[in-house]
Structures are given as C-alpha cells and as structure tokens.
C-alpha cells in the first residue's frame, strides 16, 4: 500500500519531487508541501521577548528604593495570603464534589472486566486529588511565613536571573536548531534542486 510520501509515484512524481515530498518524513515537515523548498527558516521572537521582559525586570528590581522593596514585599505577601485563604474557603465544597463524583464510580458497574482498570484509574485520579486540593494541611495560610524584605528582594532576583539565563539558553538551543535546518536544506538543494 502506498503511503502519503510513496502514493505521489503512481502520478508519475519526477526525482525530485518525489525527494522533496519525502522531507515529510524527516523533522523539516511539509517542506515541499508548504512551498519552502527555497525557503529559509528563521527564529521566532518568543525568546527574545522573554529575554527582554526578564532583563527589564531586572532593571526595574534594581532600581527600587528601600521604601519601594518593603512595599512590594508587604504587597506579595499579602497575595500569598489571599490566593491561600481562597483555597482553603473552596476546600470544603471540593472535598464534597470530589465525594459524591467518588461515591458515582464506586457505585458503577463496569461493562466487561476490561473497563475494571478504567474504574481503578478514575477512582485513583479522585483519591489523589482529594489528597492534594483538599489536605487539611495543604497550603495553610498560617503556615506561610512572611519573608523579610531582603528575602523578598533576593528572591526576586534569582527568580528574574534564573529566567533570563534559561530564556537566552533556550534561544541558543532555537538558533542552533535553526541553522542546523537551513543547512540541512541547504545541502539537499545543493543535491536535488527542488521542483519548479
């Protein structure tokens, strides 16, 4: 049976096109398909944004005051608080949820015993669930300890360099992907001029 690359064959596909059709194969898909037989490809801008927002960043945690720094610690934590106490005043009607939609899989007969394990996984998903958004003890506010304005501070600045290292990293690694395309679709041109 022909396959989407082969099946171009039996419409008596040149050399060339049939080499150019089997790029779909390769990482480079749809390469003739698409129309990028003498196309070049280029890196994206989502790293470069990123790089910026987080050297920005950055910037700006440079230039607070003291006075600046204590009023953003204060205001983190305080969201810290907020986002916490709102998880524990959801916990209670959750934990119900959680239990009557428990209560309808135990209750459930399964069809044929090879739906026994599509129960059991269910079942599992909940329990785990229940143990992780509805613990007495997950995410207590009282258990946040407020951080000092330096820790804060300090915090911040290894959060907004560690993503600014991993960002310009990551943008290495699509530059050499990149080049590593256009070389190969290079050498190929090289081999077998594309289509016309």
């Not at 907020?82 to 135990?106: G, P, Q, T």
Request: hydrophobic share 35%; with cysteine; glycine share 4%.
């Amino acid at each position: 049976m022909a396959t989407g690359v082969t099946a171009i064959i039996y419409d008596d596909a040149s050399f060339e096109e049939f080499v150019w059709k089997a790029t779909d194969l390769t990482g480079y898909h749809r390469v003739a398909e698409a129309g990028l037989a003498n196309h070049v490809f280029k890196t994206g801008g989502f790293h470069l944004k990123n790089m910026a927002r987080a050297q920005k960043y950055l910037d700006e945690l440079g230039s607070l005051t003291e006075k600046e720094k204590a009023l953003r610690a204060e205001s983190a934590y305080q969201n810290t608080i907020s986002f916490y106490v709102e998880i524990d005043d959801s916990r209670e009607d959750k934990l119900a949820k959680l239990k009557a939609m428990l209560e309808k899989v135990n209750a459930w007969e399964p069809p044929t015993e090879d739906h026994e394990t599509f129960k059991d996984l269910m079942i599992s998903q909940i329990e785990e669930t229940i143990d992780f958004d509805c613990s007495s003890t997950y995410n207590a506010p009282e258990k946040k300890e407020k951080p000092s304005m330096q820790q804060w501070y300090v915090g911040q600045l290894n959060v907004a360099s560690s993503s600014l290292q991993n960002t310009i990293e990551r943008y290495g690694r699509e530059v050499e992907q990149t080049n590593k395309a256009n070389a190969w679709l290079d050498a190929l041109r090289a081999s077998v001029p594309p289509p016309k």
